[in-house]
T-cell receptor, first 114, second 113 residues
Framework: GDSVTQMEGPVTLSEEAFLTINCTYTATGYPSLFWYVQYPGEGLQLLLKATKADDKGSNKGFEATYRKETTSFHLEKGSVQVSDSAVYFCALSDPGGSQGNLIFGKGTKLSVKP | DSGVTQTPKHLITATGQRVTLRCSPRSGDLSVYWYQQSLDQGLQFLIQYYNGEERAKGNILERFSAQQFPDLHSELNLSSLELGDSALYFC????????????FGPGTRLLVL
């Protein structure tokens, strides 16, 4: 079945460092891809999404490009801030499938030190 | 604020008991999804309702059930609770029956003692 694999953390960076969180997927159809973020004690917030190959999702300085050839959707940010400390989840859903639920990776905890 | 509301925020109960979690979707959204987040299992899909009808089932135990009412709010019922049911339960809503962007509520933290 469909699945998502993302790099396990925790990831600790200094403020203004470059961030990459790797995410790869396995899907039989043409999934939509998402990054969600969970701040401490809160629910999941949609960070960005891409619905077809070569689409780039971006929000709040974060970017991810839907790469069909490498089945990847890596999250990047050029300069992280302390406020970016959170858990990041990569997820997919299959618009053409029988189920519309999201399939999540295990999450990557990011800590940014001042 | 996603527009999805969940009550209660926290719930503490004992083994063997039954609880009901409530979710109100964003205005206009017809789909409601329930997910369970635990340390060992991560985020797992439980069940989806679309416009009052059950649409898809995931890893939902037989002790758990859900429904969606005519006003589109949904309830997740957990019965014969076990220690291992302690988790965060999220509700999400979307405007489509499948594959669209889902917006999550703040979650209900359930602790079974």
């Amino acid at each position: 079945g469909d699945s998502v694999t993302q790099m396990e953390g925790p990831v600790t960076l200094s403020e203004e460092a470059f961030l990459t969180i790797n995410c790869t997927y396995t899907a039989t159809g043409y999934p939509s891809l998402f990054w969600y973020v969970q701040y401490p004690g809160e629910g999941l917030q949609l960070l960005l999404k891409a619905t077809k190959a070569d689409d780039k999702g971006s929000n709040k300085g974060f970017e991810a490009t839907y790469r069909k050839e490498t089945t990847s959707f890596h999250l990047e940010k050029g300069s992280v801030q302390v406020s970016d400390s959170a858990v990041y989840f990569c997820a997919l859903s299959d618009p053409g499938g029988s189920q519309g639920n999201l399939i999540f990776g295990k999450g990557t905890k990011l800590s940014v030190k001042p | 604020d996603s527009g999805v509301t969940q009550t209660p925020k926290h719930l503490i109960t004992a083994t063997g008991q039954r609880v009901t979690l409530r979710c109100s979707p964003r205005s206009g959204d017809l789909s409601v999804y329930w997910y369970q987040q635990s340390l060992d299992q991560g985020l797992q899909f439980l069940i989806q309702y679309y416009n009052g009808e059950e649409r898809a089932k995931g890893n939902i135990l037989e002790r758990f059930s859900a429904q969606q009412f005519p006003d589109l709010h949904s309830e997740l019922n957990l019965s014969s609770l076990e220690l291992g049911d302690s988790a965060l339960y999220f509700c999400a809503s979307s405007g489509t029956s499948g594959g669209g962007t889902q917006y999550f509520g703040p979650g209900t933290r359930l602790l079974v003692l």
